[in-house]
Each structure stands twice: as C-alpha cells, then as structure tokens.
C-alpha cells in the first residue's frame, strides 16, 4: 500500500480495545517505534472515569447543580448532601451539623430561603472555622459555602454573622436559703429586666413577702406579692430610700397573677413622668410587655415624699432581702440592669415571651450595665468546677457585658434546663 498521509487515512469512529497504534518509547535514550493497545493507553490516562468508547465523562463527585430544597430546623448533612446547594427556608433559626461520618473533600453551599438564620455546628471530633468564629448566615438569601481544609475539618466562608443569641441554664431557688450577692459599688437602677417562674401562682392576696432582687435591709428593687404596707393589693413592688424619703412603687391589681406555669417577663424603669407617681418621678413596671397604667400602678410612702431619685445598689441580693428572710421559691434568668432609662425597648427585650440578645443593638438600643445570664456565660461555673449543666450547684455567676466587674457568688441555688 502506497504511503498516505495521517490525514487521508480512514477514520476509525469507535475504536475496539484491541485496536492498536504507533508509539515512541524511550524518547529520552534510544527512541524506538512500537504498538500499543487502545486499552492499554486508556488505562494509563490521568482520568479513569472517560469512557473511551463515547467520549462520555463521569464525575465521582456532583458539580453546584443539584438544589435539595429543605424545610425543617435541623438537618445532619450526609455524603449525599456533598456538592450540592441545600435550599432552606424554614422561618425558625435553623440548626446543621457537620457529624464525623462525611467522607474527605466533603463540601456543599447553604441557602437561607427564609427568615430563619442557619447556624452550622461541628458534630463529635468536627473541628468548624469561621472568619471571627461567625458560623452563621446574615439574612435572607445569604449563602454559606462550607470547605474542606482537613479531614473531619471545615471552614466556613460567604454571608456570615455571629452566631445568634442562645439560651440554655437558668438558676433554680428552692425558697429556704438559697440567694445569689454581689458588690455593685453603689450602681444606680435605671431599668431592670428579669425573667421568673415561680413555683406558685403569686397574686395580690398572696402573704409570703417573696423578693426576687434586693439590696441591703433598706430596699426590695424587685419584691413580689403583698410585701410592704405601702400599698395595697401589690403584685410587684420597689420599696427604698434615698436617705430622706422612704416610699415604695408598684403594680397593683386583685386580678394579676405572676404564673406558676410559665415564664414571665419584669421590667422596671424609672421614669421622670410615672404612672405609678402620677406623673411625678417614680419606678414604672411591665409584665410579661404589659405596662401597668391607670388603677394597676400606685405609689406609697411611709413619711415625707416618695425618693425622687433611682435606686442605687450597694450589694445585691437575688434570690433573698438582704436580712436573710423572704426568699423567693423557683427559677430566675436573664437578669439585666442599665443605669438609664431602656423602657423604649421593652416589647424587644420581652420579645413575645421569648428572652433576646440584650447586647444587640437590634434588641436594645443601649447594652446593660449587668447582665447575669446564669450558666449561659463563660466563667459561671459549677461547685465542682468545669462547664455548668443541669442540677449543677452554682458557684459563680459573672457579668456577661464585663466578667470582670459585678461578679456574683451563689449559695445554695442549683442550674435548671428549664429556661425562657
């Protein structure tokens, strides 16, 4: 056969296996022509997966193309889940776990959808990164890309944010000694925020004299039930002095219960124009977001006029009065005080039954001063010592704005799961 030229050749369409072809070995020394299979040069080839006999190519893993469309609030990602878009919509916070059990090179992209924020968690021996420790997305349609950089190690990156507040310790009061103090360098109250669950209904007729914060012998900032002989038909009261006057403020009403069955949310505020002083200078308080007005809020003093200005804490008591008496029977959260008046962010600190960041400045437009979030804070401790968790006594409770200053010591009350 008379020579041709590699272009006028016939074309060969679907090459067999056994179909060979010239190859030089040994370019490098003494080049020598010889044959080789098309099965053998397939299998020397850098990609295994092309299929030599229709050009086809397989992937072993799945590009961005697949959306898995998800609705609930907890989802544990899966080899499944690996190089997919995972669409969530839910509009409650939404939790993923990244378990030990995903292969190496394990990556997918998260979707916020919805009003619910997505916060990824590492599972048991997952070690999770995030530029600032923010695993979480910013908002809606925010994406969140999660990368392998080890194995069983990811980091996070795209539209991330801190991680959103979260509560899960609160402190349990059995209503014989148990209290909680700290030094507070003479703090003024301008506004306190506390959340409580008794382990009885407390009602205007009620006779136990039950403080939940106090300070000193001479001030109940917070007491509850039929307290004082100021007023009458108390429910919550401040009673003090300021060195001149005594006088106490308060909300009133033979029809308001604090619930046994529930958590519920005190908020008091000192206010140049009060309900409870008829428009004088006095102490203002909300229940669970109601503020008491008209008949509900009242004012009394034992003599002169009642103090003209807020409160100041010497040492605080919670739990107790500051004698040793009247201590308060059940479950005490997210306490907070702020040297100024915050009443403006009352509907966002009871945020509809539900305790909130009281550092963000979407929640409150001021930080507390204090903020005791018992067993929530790096630093609360247990009495053995290590992380707090429930049934745990307490022995330290720090400021969540500053673990420095206001540390409180506890005596007798214990950790409760039971939280709002």
């Known amino acids: 056969m008379a020579n041709k030229k590699i272009t006028e050749l016939t074309d060969l369409p679907s090459p067999a296996g056994a179909d060979i072809m010239a190859i030089v070995d040994d370019v490098a020394g003494t080049a020598t022509t010889k044959k080789v299979t098309a099965t053998n040069l397939m299998t020397l080839a850098p990609v295994q997966s092309v299929n030599g006999s229709t050009g086809a190519v397989t992937l072993t893993t799945n590009l961005f193309s697949d959306t898995v469309a998800d609705t609930t609030t907890s989802r544990t990602l899966s080899d499944s889940d690996n190089g997919k878009v995972i669409l ?48 979480t997305t910013a908002g809606q349609y925010a994406v969140l890309n999660i990368i392998p950089v080890a194995s069983d190690a990811y980091a996070i990156e795209g539209d991330i944010t801190t991680t959103p507040f979260s509560n899960s310790l609160g402190a349990s009061f059995d209503g014989t000694d148990d209290q909680i103090t700290a030094a507070m360098g003479n703090l003024s109250v301008g506004s306190l925020s506390v959340w409580i669950k008794p382990s009885a209904d407390i009602t205007a007729s009620l006779n136990g004299d039950e403080v939940v914060v106090g300070s000193d012998l001479s001030a109940r900032i917070i007491g509850l039930g039929a307290i004082t002989g100021y007023l009458t038909n108390e429910v919550i009261c401040a009673a003090y002095s300021d060195g001149t006057n005594v006088g106490a403020f308060g909300y009133v009403g033979s029809g308001i219960t604090i619930s046994s069955s529930s958590w519920n949310h005190i908020f008091m505020s000192w206010q140049t124009s009060s309900e409870t002083n008829s428009g004088s200078a006095g102490y203002d308080f909300w229940l669970n977001g109601t503020k008491a007005t008209g008949s509900n809020a009242a004012t009394g003093n034992a003599y002169g006029s009642p103090p003209a200005s807020p409160a100041t804490l010497a040492t605080l008591y919670i739990g107790q009065r500051g004698n040793g008496s009247e201590y308060f029977d059940g479950l005490i959260d997210e306490m907070a005080i702020w040297t100024g008046d915050v009443s403006a962010d009352v509907s966002t600190i009871y945020n509809s039954g539900a305790s909130d960041d009281l550092e963000s400045s979407s929640v409150v437009s001021t930080a507390p001063n204090v903020w005791y979030r018992f067993g929530d804070v790096t630093g609360d401790t247990a009495s053995g010592g290590g992380t707090p968790s429930n049934g745990n006594a307490i022995q330290d409770i720090k400021n969540k704005i500053n673990t420095s200053t206001y540390a409180a010591t506890a005596s007798g009350p214990t950790y409760t799961n039971d939280t709002p």
């Open 88 to 135: 969530m919509t839910n509009v409650a916070s939404i939790t993923v776990t990244l378990p030990s059990t995903l292969s190496d090179g394990f990556n997918c992209k998260l979707v916020q959808g919805g009003a619910g924020q997505i916060t990824v968690v590492a599972g048991a021996s997952v070690t999770l990164y995030g530029y600032n420790s923010f695993t």
